[in-house]
């Protein structure tokens, strides 16, 4: 038996992770490191990044104009997203959302980014929004909706981010800041002596390897350089 839907958590103070498979999917919070912006862009009007958990989005101002709408529609779609009793067209994009295997507790991520207060939505929310706007808005189906939609349907959305703003979604790069570090302390101690960064290289590669963030705002080699000087 299948388990229950997946679900986008949109805790901005956690890394998300996949959890198990299952036919629905939950991307759920559950490791204690903050959650930031990896990597952003403006492309023309359409704003977009990916998060440090490797989560690809577009900025409030970006999904209003691939569907084609006023910014204002899309906030009152994240406000509106928890009503008791919710407007027909938050029911129509959470019915979508679920068909494509994904729920969310809300529209978008929050996030302070470069002392700027960013609205983050993840890219199967934007998916659904755009696809609402694109068939079955009634009267308020956007021709631009319609296009973008034919032109970002599936993964290409996902693809189309993580390619503007360069990112690698295999995590080939993620050990880059590592070995720019084991570069900037290669022998920087004399033969023989006890050098912190040498003795901890290998706890951050299992780090690492268990999917934390290692980069400038999370060097463990210095908490532990700390710890032991006070030892």
Excluded at 95 to 102: N, Q, T, V, W
Excluded at 118 to 140: K, R
Excluded at 191 to 201: D, I, L, P, S, T
Excluded at 212 to 224: C, F, L, M, N
Aim: aromatic fraction near 8%; charged fraction near 25%.
């Amino acid at each position: 038996m299948a388990n229950g839907p997946k679900e986008i958590s949109q805790n901005a103070n956690k890394i998300n992770v996949l959890a198990g498979k299952s036919t629905k999917k939950e991307i759920s919070a559950q490791r204690d490191l903050p959650l930031g912006i990896e990597k952003e862009g403006d492309f023309g009007e359409v704003g977009m990044g990916v998060l440090s958990d490797g989560t690809p989005y577009l900025n409030q101002r970006g999904l209003a104009v691939l569907c084609g709408v006023e910014n204002a529609h899309i906030g009152t779609i994240s406000s509106q997203w928890n009503d008791e009793d919710p407007k027909p067209r938050i029911r129509k994009i959470k019915a979508i959302l679920e068909e494509s295997g994904f729920t969310a507790q809300s529209a978008h991520v929050e996030i302070i980014h470069a002392g700027r207060r960013n609205f983050c939505y993840p890219a199967e929310v934007c998916l659904a929004v755009l696809e609402y706007y694109a068939l079955d808005a009634g009267a308020n189906v956007q021709d631009a909706a319609r296009k973008n939609y034919r032109l970002l349907a599936g993964s290409k959305l996902r693809d189309m981010i993580y390619s503007r703003v360069g990112y690698d979604p295999s995590g080939a790069d993620r050990f880059k800041k590592w070995h720019d570090r084991i570069g900037l302390n290669f022998q920087s101690a004399p033969r023989g002596y006890f050098h912190v960064f040498n003795e901890a290289h290998t706890i951050i590669y299992e780090l690492i390897l268990a999917g934390a963030e290692i980069g400038e705002k999370t060097v463990v080699d210095i908490s532990i350089g700390q710890h032991w000087s006070k030892h």
